[in-house]
């Protein structure tokens, strides 16, 4: 059973993380701010000197506020890449090239509300410690790159690992990603239209408007015995069997169910 009382006290501790996008935006901001007081301390320095620093500061910034690694090179090359690429002549095709790209990876988000997001190493670790011997069929609900299932199928070869993802870049990249994993695939689908009673282990990592119709969906279909892990997000007023901490400033962790 799965009290639903007790909601304030329960959700206190389960507060969802920042959107990582808005802790970059925040990073960039402040980046901007304190590169802006350079002129004002009488300083002239080049432009490109002062896009560099603000993609220092953007980086630092964003790794104080929590955002992981991978976000280093992002910030600190936003603005510097984006002066170097204001000065090109630049063919409109390229530009056009790179709307194409990002609207395969990131138009979904407008309807889905779920922003493409890897796990990290950790949490793909917890992942693979909690699931149970045997041969157990793993899905992971929404797969991304398809870096979980990658992980997972290779420190189980006894299990099954299935993906879905609905944004079409990620997909195909998933799909080429497990090509040559016997115990892993991945695939091009909604996972809200999936059935997912044959599943003993469903991994999600959404967003905190996907957990409340996820609850629902696993409650509706998923089998007794079986295990919804959520990476970050809990549902509301839904008190978790066991909740794993994962390292890291953010403190992120895994909040499992037992069906
Ligand atoms: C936070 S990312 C997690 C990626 C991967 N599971 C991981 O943990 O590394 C969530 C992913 O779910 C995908 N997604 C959101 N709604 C979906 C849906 N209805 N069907 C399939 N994929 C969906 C998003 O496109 C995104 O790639």
Redesign the pocket.
Known sequence: MHPTADLAAHNAPLRAPAAPVVVAALSHAGAMAAVALVPLAGLALPLPIVALAEGIAAATLGRLLGLPAWWVPINLLFVPLALLLSGQQLAPLWYLAGFVVLGLTFW??LR?R??????SRE?CGALVHIIPPGRIRVI??????G??LARAAASRPDAQFTG????PL?ALLALLRLRGMSNAAARH????KHDISDYDVV?A???PV?MVPLWHKARTQMKPGSLLVS?SFAVDGVRPDRVIALPGRDSRALYVWHM
């Open positions: 979904s988000v889905t779920v922003p493409l997001y890897p796990s949490a992971d609900m929404g797969c991304g790159f870096g979980v879905l993802e609905l944004a990620p689908a909604d996972f809200w991994y990592f959404l967003s996907a990476n």
